[in-house]
Every structure is written in C-alpha cells, then in structure tokens.
C-alpha cells in the first residue's frame, strides 16, 4: 500500500529535515549514512524525516517532530510503547541496515525500513512511500544480520523477506456517555 503525504505533511518533512540537519551541524554529530551514494546530506535528512512521518501516518500515530537530538535511539513509540527506529531509502530494493556501533547504544524495540521518495525542492511538491516490514531489535542486532555493507564496513542488515509486516490495530476511539 503506498503512503502518500500531504502537502503539508511534506513542507514539515522539509522543516524537520532541515531542522535535524542544521543541529548536527551546530553541535559536529558526524555523518552517519550508510548509502555509497549519499551525496546531498540534506536531501537525506529530509527523506529520512518524510519516511517517518509516513510511517507514522500508516500507523495512525502522533507524527515525529522532534529536531534538536532527536529522541537518540528511536523514532517512533507505537500504540504499545514499543519504539521503532524507521530507516528510510529512495530505493524499492533495499535492505534494512542499521550500522555495528549502534550495538552499544540503547535500542529500540523494532527497526522498520520505509522506500520512497520526495519531491521537495520545489512545487508542485509529492511523495510516496512503502511500508517493507519491521525486524525485532534482539533478532536484527545478532551474528545473523552482522554483514558486509558499503565500502566493506560492517552492519547489520536483513533482506525485505527477512521482514515481518506487523499490523498494529488502530486504538479504538474515546466516546463520551
């Protein structure tokens, strides 16, 4: 099912993209992605800040907003509290990959991967994005996952296949009596 995002929904994608984009840089947080062909950092940033927001529109939760330091560890919380760090790529193919030092960082419940694309640099603005599936935390950080990734450097990265499409329920609505 493609996730589309609103025009709105795009301009604040850009605003967060930015915003993340231009904190790292006042506070040096070294580059961290791991595309070969990563070269435009901002429209990354951007991407990346669009695939959460689909994510979080696919599930019907409150969007991720936050700018300055992020939440560190996790992008999202579900409905559950369970907390998901959504990895974002331009490419329908991809794999999931998250890099080997985060093994030492607090972790979230689950790693998700969204595909897609934003059209952002001008209007007409668009976007669309997939939902490939989510791999728990304590079954992607293992010996299994531990792979070769760009340049030879180390990750953990799982195929599409290797992906489960969890389906959460949307909560049910507050009715007065």
Wanted: hydrophobic content about 35%.
């Amino acid at each position: 099912m493609d996730i589309i995002l609103s025009e709105h929904e795009i301009k604040l994608a850009i605003y967060v993209g930015k915003r993340r984009r231009a904190y790292d840089r006042e506070h040096q947080v070294t580059e961290q992605e791991m595309a070969s062909d990563s070269r435009n950092a901002e429209a990354d940033d951007i991407l990346g800040a669009a695939g959460e927001l689909a994510f979080a529109k696919h599930f019907n939760l409150f969007a991720p907003l936050e700018c300055e330091g992020k939440m560190g560890f996790a992008d999202v919380v579900m409905h559950d509290e369970k907390t998901v760090d959504v990895k974002t790529t331009n490419y329908s193919s991809a794999h999931l990959i998250a890099q080997f030092w985060k093994i030492n960082l607090k972790h979230p419940d689950y790693y998700a991967l969204m595909t897609g694309y934003i059209n952002w640099e001008k209007p007409p603005y668009s976007s669309k994005f997939v939902y490939r599936g989510m791999i728990p935390t304590d079954v992607f950080l293992t010996d299994a996952f531990k792979k070769p990734g760009v340049e030879g450097k180390l990750c953990f990265k799982a195929h599409q296949s290797e992906l489960t499409i969890f389906e959460y329920p949307t909560p049910k609505k507050d009715t007065l009596s």
